[in-house]
């Protein structure tokens, strides 16, 4: 009896310690991907966890929080709606400088998919996102990233 009681408390710490790690790492979880196809996706409304979880990979190189300095890319804080290269403190290339741009929902679908088409010569290092479902939802979540 003594033994089972033992066994049994151990097992109590073990569960409550477990069961304290994860909920210290869930604050700061990162959100799984979406199962569902894209077209699945798109037919609903956009997903910002997941456009918060593909930020990730813009955040290597730009912020995203209101008054953060610049890094390797300008700040994305209130981008959307806004010009391109409006940060006078930012050296930003010729071509984005020259672009013309105002950064709404399909400029920046269009820049996330191809930068190097939408400025070319410009100097943002990043590949594309090849899926629209992604996109609508970085999207929203760059459109979020404003005080209103
Ligand atoms: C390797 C670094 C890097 C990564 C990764 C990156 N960017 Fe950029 N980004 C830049 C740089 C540098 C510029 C300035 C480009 C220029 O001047 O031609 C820029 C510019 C921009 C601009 C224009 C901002 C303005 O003020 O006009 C937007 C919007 C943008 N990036 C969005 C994104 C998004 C969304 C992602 C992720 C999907 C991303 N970037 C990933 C480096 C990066």
Same mark, same amino acid.
Request: positive net charge; proline residues 10%; without cysteine.
């Given at each position: 009896m003594k033994f089972f009681i033992q066994r049994l408390v151990k097992q109590l710490i073990l569960f409550l310690t477990l069961a304290f790690f994860s909920a210290c790492s869930n604050s700061e979880s990162i959100p799984p991907a979406p199962t569902l196809s894209t077209e699945q996706r798109l037919e609903l409304p956009p997903d910002m966890e997941n456009g918060r979880r593909l930020f990730l990979t813009c955040a290597i190189c730009h912020e995203d929080t209101e008054g953060a300095a610049h890094r390797?890319? #300008?700040?994305?804080?209130? &981008?959307?709606?806004h010009p391109a290269a409006?940060?006078?403190?930012f050296t930003y290339s010729t071509a984005m400088k020259n672009s013309g741009i105002v950064w709404n929902g399909p400029m920046l679908n269009a820049y996330i998919a191809e930068p190097a088409k939408v400025v #070319?010569?410009?100097?943002? &290092?990043y590949k594309g996102e090849p899926d629209p479902a992604n996109r609508r939802d970085l999207v929203a979540y760059l459109a979020s990233l404003t005080e209103d």
């Open positions: 390797i890319g #300008p700040t994305l804080w209130n &981008v959307y709606d409006r940060h006078r403190d #070319p010569g410009g100097r943002m &290092v």
